[in-house]
């Protein structure tokens, strides 16, 4: 996930440039978000959110390697955060800080779509790629794992992650909440935080 050379592109990135990409897959129940959940996805060149956060490893040998490997955030009870989106060439560029440890992930949509038809996020960092379902509701964004790749390869169900995400308001601020699972390692990382977001710069 630190990886900035994480870029989707080739078929599996369709036109994103509208303001808000997370509109366009969602549809018309983006209109049902809450308002902090919706701001946080209208971006327009570059805006920041700050807050706090936690990062949680798994205990298992493995699974801290492989996080290590990913440049994912090391364990921390208690961290500033800082989360900064940038939609440039048709993708998202989203730069998490958490405390001095970055972040790198980049979104767009993806041309292809699920088994039953649904419009995908896609998400990729370093050599992993996510095909991710939105569902949208009047709590928030919950995103479901529909199918994920590696080196390009598509990853057979039994050894795909399992994943545990949402964006919803809590304490009246955008709150997140992530957790990865693996076949036969199990738990690879949790993360949640806080945040406000600052107003926006083009």
Wanted: hydrophobic letters at 40%; one cysteine or more.
């Amino acid at each position: 996930m630190a990886d900035t050379q994480a870029q989707p592109e080739g078929d599996d990135v369709s036109d994103a440039s509208s303001p808000s990409m997370y509109r366009q897959i969602i549809g018309g129940d983006y209109d049902r978000l809450p308002p902090l959940v919706r701001n946080m996805h209208e971006v327009k060149g570059r805006h920041t959110a700050r807050g706090r956060g936690r990062v949680e490893r798994g205990s298992n040998f493995a699974g801290r390697r492989l996080a290590d490997f990913l440049g994912m955030p090391p364990e921390a009870a208690d961290i500033p955060v800082e989360t900064t989106f940038f939609l440039d060439q048709g993708a998202e560029t989203i730069t998490r800080n958490y405390n001095g440890a970055i972040l790198i992930t980049r979104q767009a949509i993806a041309k292809s779509r699920s088994a039953v038809g649904e419009a995908l996020l896609l998400e990729k960092f370093g050599p992993v790629a996510l095909f991710l379902a939105l569902e949208g509701t009047e709590e928030g964004i919950t995103f479901h794992l529909r199918r994920c790749s590696l080196l390009g390869l598509k990853l057979p169900r039994m050894l795909s992650p399992r994943l545990v995400a949402r964006e919803q308001v809590r304490g009246g601020r955008y709150h997140y909440f992530v957790r990865i699972e693996l076949p036969l390692i199990g738990s690879l990382i949790e993360y949640e935080g806080l945040l406000e977001l600052e107003k926006a710069t083009n």
